[in-house]
């Protein structure tokens, strides 16, 4: 079967620092990848997606960046946090030839003081 | 702007109670989907529907597409404090490049 994971699941970092979330799918190959993000536990706005390794799309244009090192792993990056950085992150997987679902992951809570 | 708006943002009602929530758009939709999220969790999916005027029951819940593609509803019958939750729907628009839109969601509390 397959499975999702993201880690980590709580961050809290300092404005200007680092960031760098990961994800990765067992089970299955050629997934599209996708990272949303929460804000106050409402809607989800898409940041990225990714139709296979190296292709990178960006919804909409931010302080952070998505790579696709192998085919089951996305990883979420920031070089320099913002205090708007902050909220819930969510990575995404769907069956690349398959059903339109979206799995999602459990989440990873970054706060940024 | 928001392509799918839905209502209400947040309802509380009392157990044993029916309720509807609503996702309306001004786009046309292949599919649509609703997901229930709990706090700190990520969003579940509950159902897909394709077909314009398509119905699909899941034990108390009643999902319904709008003829046009453009709406759904969600109707919940004697909710339980189980059922508390944010309702998302969310829209695909197909492709190989496939992706959701998701609505700000429904914040529903079921107290007993």
């Known amino acids: 079967s397959q499975t999702i994971h993201q880690w980590p699941a709580t961050l809290v970092q300092p404005v200007g620092s680092p960031l760098s979330l990961e994800c990765t799918v067992e089970?299955?190959?050629?997934?599209?990848l996708y990272w949303y993000r929460q804000a106050a536990g409402r809607g989800l706005q898409l940041l990225f997606y990714s139709v296979g390794i190296g292709q990178i799309s960006s919804e909409v244009p931010q302080n952070l960046s998505a790579s696709r090192p192998q085919d089951r792993q996305f990883i979420l990056s920031s070089k320099k946090l913002l205090l708007s950085d902050s909220g819930f992150y969510l990575c995404?997987?769907?069956?690349?030839?398959?059903?339109?679902?979206?799995?999602f992951g459990a989440g990873s809570r970054l706060t940024v003081l | 702007t928001q392509l799918l708006e839905q209502s209400p943002q947040f309802l509380s009602i009392q157990e044993g109670e029916n309720l509807t929530v609503y996702c309306n758009s001004s786009s046309v939709f292949s599919s649509l989907q609703w997901y229930r999220q709990e706090p700190g969790e990520g969003p579940v999916l509950l159902v897909t529907v394709v077909t314009g005027g398509e119905v699909k029951k899941l034990k108390r819940l009643t999902f319904q597409f709008g003829d046009a593609r453009k709406d759904s509803s969600l109707h919940i019958t004697a909710a339980q404090p189980g059922d508390t939750g944010l309702y998302l729907c969310?829209?695909?628009?197909?492709?190989?490049?496939?992706?959701?839109?998701f609505g700000k969601g429904t914040l529903l509390t079921v107290n007993p």
């Open positions: 089970g299955t190959s050629n997934p599209n």
């Open positions: 995404a997987w769907k069956d690349g030839s398959g059903a339109n679902v979206l799995t």
């Open positions: 969310a829209g695909a628009r197909g492709g190989s490049n496939y992706k959701l839109t």
